[in-house]
């Protein structure tokens, strides 16, 4: 079994910056794509960034490009998020997220693209 642990989420002024971290550990693993996610009260889980295993491929979701930075350390099997220029809207618990399986980019937009997942982290943005 894989674990995901994400770690860095706070309390931020908006304007501010923040960075989350998500370690993979357990059984041997094909990673293709690493994922982040958001979900706020009373709303869906939504694509947030997400960046290829053997490359550094990344996407984004339109709402954050600009200002978050997916990265990772292959050798640290982690995957970063740097959060800068924070709004309110951004208030949300952050999910990081591994794909095992091949896709057409534009798959790795949606949940079901993802075989594992973390316990999530909030981040608040106060106004």
């Known amino acids: 079994q894989v674990q995901l642990v994400e770690s860095g989420g706070g309390l931020v002024q908006a304007g501010g910056s923040l960075g989350l971290s998500c370690a993979a550990s357990?059984?041997?693993?094909?990673?293709?794509?690493m994922g982040w996610f958001r979900q706020a009260p009373g709303k869906e889980r939504r694509f947030v960034a997400a960046?290829?295993?053997?490359?550094?491929?990344?996407y984004y979701a339109d709402s954050v490009k600009g200002r978050f930075t997916i990265s990772k350390d292959n050798a640290k099997n982690t995957v970063y998020l740097q959060m800068n220029s924070l709004k309110p809207e951004d208030t949300a618990v952050y999910y990081c997220?591994?794909?095992?399986?091949?896709?057409?980019?534009?798959?790795?937009?949606?949940?079901?693209?993802?075989?594992?997942w973390g316990q999530g982290t909030q981040v608040t943005v106060s106004s």
């Open positions: 997220a591994m794909s095992t399986r091949p896709y057409w980019s534009g798959t790795y937009y949606y949940t079901h693209a993802y075989d594992y």
């Open positions: 357990g059984r041997a693993f094909s990673t293709y794509v």
């Open positions: 960046i290829r295993w053997n490359n550094d491929n990344t």
